[in-house]
């Protein structure tokens, strides 16, 4: 993990390119971060504009995300828009030469996300995926113990639940022309943690989903990992709201019941459950988890990673995601390829 970046006197300037629901979270704690302000954003209503404006201090409007990227007083871009609007506006950003944080999951499947990794590169441009869980000395502090205090892990097993039912109809996550589905708005995360905890992409998957015509609404997936390691999870948009993690070793496993996003921002925490059934609670402090990601952002940007440990976490990531919709799609174990 890289460590915490120290305040700039330089911070980095950033514009957002839609006034997303999304937007309405990150653009507060990239202001209060130290590292970024916001300094202009895109959109095309007029009034969204006006009140993003109003609200978050944000001193210039544009009617379109070119005119954005047009602007010279601009270092970096966030695009918080629906998966399949990141290729084209990711390269489009790169084209520019600006540094880009662009929510999850990076694209689609590999295919898009490779040409962006490689728009970014060419342009000698900084790419992050908007994962925030991350980057947060929680996150350190998990993988450390899971590395030293569990024995030999052999099994991740995770679930990020809510019920859909509090969302239009018209959201994107409903919407398979945007790149809807839970396997990439919340499976991401589970299969994004077992690759980070074990540092290495699946050999082969297997997963069933619910459908909402052709959306994935509730997927449950299996992982095989390198070392007869495995991990499972759950998905989905018809259940109660779940965030949890389980890391389990030959000696004891780590819980975390919120690993996503704390319950409680002041308490981020998790417990070592021991082979006796005792459990020790461990509480870590950090700012909130969007200014440690906008930070690890601002230092990547500074010293110019264009190939960080973090995109090609995404990367392994959205391989594993492409062969477990293929799993889904054919009722079969699908080996992972290309990641």
Excluded at 227 to 239: H, I, K, V
Aim: glycine share 8%; with cysteine; hydrophobic share 40%.
């Amino acid at each position: 993990m890289l460590k915490d970046s120290a305040v700039t006197s330089q911070p980095v300037r950033i514009g957002v390119t839609a006034t997303a629901r999304i937007a309405r979270t990150v653009i507060p704690r990239i202001n209060a971060c130290g590292n970024a302000t916001v300094v202009a954003i895109a959109g095309r209503s007029p009034d969204k504009l006006a009140e993003f404006s109003r609200l978050y201090g944000i001193p210039r409007t544009f009617q379109t995300a070119a005119e954005l990227f047009a602007d010279p007083n601009i270092d970096a871009v966030y695009i918080p828009q629906p998966p399949a609007l990141h290729e084209e506006w990711v390269c489009a950003a790169a084209a520019a030469g600006k540094h880009i944080l662009c929510e999850k999951p990076l694209g689609c499947n590999l295919a898009e996300a490779d040409r962006m990794i490689a728009a970014c590169r060419n342009a000698g441009v900084v790419l992050l995926d908007g994962v925030m869980w991350y980057h947060t000395e929680r996150a350190r502090r998990v993988r450390d113990l899971a590395a030293s205090e569990l024995g030999t892990l052999t099994q991740i097993t995770s679930a990020f639940t809510f019920p859909g039912s509090k969302l239009p109809a018209t959201d994107f996550r409903y919407q398979d022309s945007a790149g809807g589905g839970c396997l990439l708005d919340l499976g991401w995360y589970c299969v994004g943690a077992a690759n980070l905890i074990y540092g290495c992409q699946p050999e082969r998957v297997f997963a069933t989903a619910q459908w909402q015509g052709a959306v994935d609404v509730h997927v449950n997936g299996v992982l095989w990992y390198p070392e007869n390691r495995m991990a499972s999870f759950e998905c989905g948009f018809n259940a109660v709201k779940r965030r949890w993690l389980e890391i389990t070793g030959t000696a004891a496993a780590l819980v975390c019941d919120d690993f996503t996003r704390p319950w409680n921002d002041d308490r981020p925490r998790f417990w070592i459950h021991d082979a006796e059934g005792g459990a020790t609670q461990h509480v870590v402090s950090h700012p909130p988890q969007e200014e440690c990601m906008i930070n690890a952002f601002c230092q990547l940007v500074h010293e110019r990673q264009t190939d960080h440990v973090w995109l090609q976490l995404s990367r392994k990531t959205q391989a594993a995601c492409d062969a477990l919709l293929l799993s889904a799609r054919s009722e079969a174990v699908v080996a992972v390829h290309g990641g």
